[in-house]
């Protein structure tokens, strides 16, 4: 057969995917974008049913498939944690709502679970939607229940996404082993969504960098200390901290963050802290640098104990702010300035 030189397209329509097949000098190049609904799988809103399976079948496939879109529409759709894990994003995968998508966790009484998790993934996106955990109907005490997990991720987007009721963090930026290979999350961007009543903290940022917070409404962490609407709080060991686990380039911008109540020396019910907890037994370690805090509103008191150049511009504290690591400070109306 005569070899063609003469580029052609084809263009194939299956199963929600757009299949582009380019053929040049006897080679070949495919792209596939797929664009699905999560009832092609039979996950339905508002039937009772749980749905976990069908969504997480879908995540996978589109994943596998090299990327594309996830979406769901209107309604409650029933979430459950099985194994810990309820819905796990997948690589080059968005999950889109709508405004009126409803994820609603089935109470459980598990130590341990991440409702949506995203762990070792790429380029993946969370749009829209209201999630819901079981805060109020939790049947076991715990600090390891998340809304909203993020482990050794990269390139990772939450968009006017609304959190309520984490039994322990709404968002939790991390690493899943302190000695592996994997450090933390990098490109973090949570834009234009609300955190609300959360168990521990709205935010805990633990590993990550070049996180950027903009435009939220965080509000009213409540339950087990130390209650932050967002905590910079890499693991410790005796006040240690890897050098790959200082979180580095956090910028949070056009936010609110409101407090239950006036916080304490200790860092409880903060708006925003940073802190190594090791701080008050004189091993007070860098645990976080280059953090920029721009024009947000802080409706409690808020503490750099532990960062290194941190910037404060443009900000109204109404509270105290602790500074224990010379804060840069410009354009901020703040009730009291605490230095120590």
Same mark, same amino acid.
């Given at each position: ?50 749905d ?27 979430i459950?944690t099985p194994i ?7 690589d ?23 409702? &949506? ?5 790429? *380029?993946? !996106? /969370? $749009?829209?939607? #209201? =999630?819901?955990?079981? +805060? @109020? ?7 390891d ?7 050794d ?27 592996d ?6 490109k973090?961007?949570?834009?234009k ?13 633990v590993?990550?960098?070049?996180v950027t917070?903009d ?14 609407g ?11 901290? &890897?050098k790959?686990?200082?979180?580095? *380039?956090? !910028? /949070? $911008?056009?936010? #609110? =963050?409101?407090?239950? +109540? @006036? ?14 907890p ?55 109306k ?7």
């Open positions: 057969m005569k070899r063609r030189n003469k580029i052609f397209e084809m263009a194939l329509l299956t199963a929600g995917a757009v299949c582009l097949c380019f053929s040049y000098s006897g080679g070949m190049r495919v792209r596939a974008a797929l664009d699905v609904n999560v009832s092609e799988y039979g996950a339905l809103p508002n039937d009772g049913k749980d976990t399976e069908q969504i997480n079948r879908a995540i996978r496939e589109v994943s596998e498939a090299g990327g594309g879109t996830v979406n769901l529409d209107s309604g409650e759709f029933n459950s810990q894990i309820g819905i796990e994003l997948k080059n995968v968005t999950l889109n709502m709508t405004g009126s998508t409803v994820l609603r966790l089935k109470p459980n009484d598990k130590g341990y679970y991440d409702y &949506i998790a995203i762990k070792n993934a790429h *380029n993946v !996106t /969370i $749009k829209g939607g #209201k =999630i819901y955990g079981d +805060k @109020k109907q939790h049947g076991k005490d715990s600090e229940c998340h809304a909203v997990c993020i482990k991720s990269k390139n990772v987007k939450l968009e006017n996404v609304k959190i309520y009721d984490a039994v322990t963090d709404g968002i939790y930026l991390g690493t899943m082993n302190d000695s290979n994997l450090y933390g999350c990098s973090i961007t949570i834009k969504c609300t955190i609300s009543n959360s168990g521990r903290n709205n935010i805990g940022i590993d990550a960098d070049n917070i435009g939220c409404t965080i509000k009213k962490a409540k339950g087990k200390a130390p209650q932050c967002i905590l910079i709080e890499p693991t410790t060991n005796g006040g240690k901290v &890897i790959d686990q200082i979180c580095s *380039n956090i !910028t /949070i $911008k056009n936010t #609110k =963050i409101t407090c239950v +109540k @006036k916080g304490d020396r200790n860092g409880q019910f903060f708006a925003i802290m940073i802190l190594n090791y701080y008050y037994a004189g091993k007070n370690n860098v645990v976080a640098k280059k953090v920029t805090i721009d024009k947000c509103n802080l409706g409690g008191d808020a503490g750099n104990y532990s960062g290194q150049k941190v910037t404060l511009k443009n900000t109204t504290v109404k509270g105290t702010f602790y500074d224990h690591k010379g804060t840069k400070i410009k354009k901020c703040i009730s009291k300035l605490y230095k120590f």
